[in-house]
């Protein structure tokens, strides 16, 4: 799952009077004439001070508006270069554009619009989740596990950062080093990380620990887990489907 972070810039919000240089775009953009206001904010956007393309750019995120903001955003530091006092608010606006097209699993899209968030923002714990995320679902998995690692080394105790390194160890073969991620994940509350729990303990014939940790999935998490269990045994290639032949697991899934 891609990590969110706020799209907009860090301007604080303040009265809007007719005179100010946004004032114009914000009409339009309550007006709902978004292709006007886009015109309109990239005219400014071209020369304006730091302030005033932080209040801009807050107005299309204030609204939802990410295909908007992060082309705005881009069209500025192509005609301005990096600002520093504009970093935070391009990177995430960037960021949210590629959360978007994770979402819609268009991943060769996300790649490179991360890629220039993590230049100017490289620090970011979320956008380095986020970049090892999509380097996971392209395959990439040195990449994917470069990046898990640097996160988990800043947040260590955080369960989404532990499933997506286990992710990247079973996706990448390493099934065994695995488990003890979506143990940790799982653990912490995670369904998700109970089921690739489950798939990597069935995969290295560790039958009696994934009984355990099905009854455990089942009771924590007793709605989610029956779901997530049924879509899995529907699927004939599931590791899941060696507990068929168990007597002890078959009452867990029938």
């Excluded at 904010?41 to 020369?47: I, S, T």
């Excluded at 932080?54 to 299309?60: C, T």
């Amino acid at each position: 799952m891609p990590a969110i972070d706020n799209a907009g810039g860090s301007a604080e919000n303040a009265p809007m009077d007719f005179d100010h240089p946004v004032a114009a775009v914000i009409l339009a953009l309550d007006a709902h004439e978004v292709p006007h206001a886009r015109l309109l904010a990239r005219e400014l956007a071209a020369d304006c001070d730091s302030q005033t393309m932080l209040v801009l750019g807050e107005a299309f995120a204030e609204r939802g508006l990410v295909s908007p903001l992060a082309d705005l955003w881009q069209y500025r530091w192509s005609r301005q270069g990096p600002v520093e006092v504009e970093a935070e608010a391009y990177a995430l606006a960037i960021n949210a554009l590629a959360v978007e097209h994770m979402r819609e699993m268009r991943f060769d899209e996300a790649r490179p619009l991360l890629l220039k968030a993590l230049e100017a923002l490289p620090q970011n714990l979320a956008l380095i989740q986020n970049f090892a995320s999509c380097s996971l679902e392209l395959g990439e998995f040195q990449a994917a596990l470069d990046g898990v690692n640097e996160a988990v080394s800043r947040a260590p105790q955080d369960p989404a950062l532990h499933e997506l390194r286990g992710r990247v160890l079973y996706q990448s073969g390493d099934v065994e080093l695995s488990v003890p991620e979506f143990t940790q994940a799982f653990d912490a509350g995670r369904a998700s990380a109970g089921l690739w729990l489950l798939r990597a303990l069935c995969l290295d014939a560790r039958i009696d620990e994934a009984i355990e940790d099905m009854e455990k999935l089942l009771a924590e998490h007793p709605e989610r887990g029956k779901a997530m269990l049924d879509l899995e045994f529907s699927d004939p290639g599931s590791p899941l489907q060696i507990l068929r032949d168990d007597e002890r697991a078959r009452p867990l899934f029938e």
